[in-house]
């Protein structure tokens, strides 16, 4: 049985050497849009900075950063039972935590066959490079977990789900919208798995919209 303690990184080598995990609550975005659970905390940490700044129904959206600040940071890590210890996240951590959500948002607005071999991936492996993870025995199983033992291990997970859905074949499907207002991560369910936008309901129509006036401006 796998440990279900909210306080682990639950990472286990299965027998087909994929990896699964388990025992961290998932957010209410990544269940209401269907996000698999073993990219949540992935699709959670890209889109805790929000770039929105578009205009619904004559409302501008606001933008917002969950991670304003080390203390933000520590209790966003605490809503997803990713605080290991109660040791301080330092500006020096703070910084190199920004790095991999930096890395991890230009990585995945590049497109998916575009990704391999890139600046955006080689940016992504040295911010990655700060967060190992490290092969452990344990009673019942082969597991693996993050080899930092400070207030940022639990981050670990993150580069854990990014190998995981790399396996699993379902790291393509984690987008950027296309939109340049927008560029909120999507799990694209499409079964062509050719989505470029968030949601084709906002950000499709109204790209789609602008490219039909631009075009009839063109004409006129
Ligand atoms: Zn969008």
Redesign the pocket.
């Known amino acids: 049985m796998l440990d279900t303690s909210k306080n682990s990184i639950l990472v286990s080598i299965a027998v087909n050497h994929q990896i699964c995990f388990t025992g961290v609550e998932m957010s209410k975005q990544s269940r209401k849009f269907k996000v698999p659970d073993e990219l949540a905390n992935l699709y959670d940490f890209a889109n805790s900075l929000d770039v929105r700044h578009f205009t619904h129904h004559g409302v501008q959206h606001v933008q917002g950063d969950e991670l304003g600040s080390p203390r933000e940071l520590s209790a966003w890590m605490s809503r997803r039972g990713l605080l290991f210890t109660s040791a301080k996240i330092t500006p020096a951590m703070f910084e190199t935590a920004l790095q991999l959500r930096t890395s991890v948002r230009s990585y995945l607005q590049c497109d998916p066959v575009e990704r391999r071999n890139n600046a955006a991936a080689r940016s992504l492996n040295q911010a990655m490079g700060l967060f190992p993870l490290v092969a452990e025995a344990r009673s019942d199983r082969m597991a693996l977990r993050g080899a930092r033992d400070d207030a940022l291990a639990g981050l670990s997970l993150v580069v854990a789900e990014l190998y995981d859905g790399s396996v699993k074949g379902i790291l393509d499907r984690l987008k950027m919208?296309a939109?340049e207002e927008?560029r909120?991560v999507f799990f694209d369910r499409s079964k062509p798995a050719t989505r470029r936008?968030?949601?084709s309901t906002?950000?499709g129509n109204r790209i789609k919209t602008r490219t039909y006036r631009e075009r009839h401006r063109g004409v006129g």
Request: some cysteine.
């Open positions: 919208c939109a927008c909120r936008w968030c949601m906002l950000c």
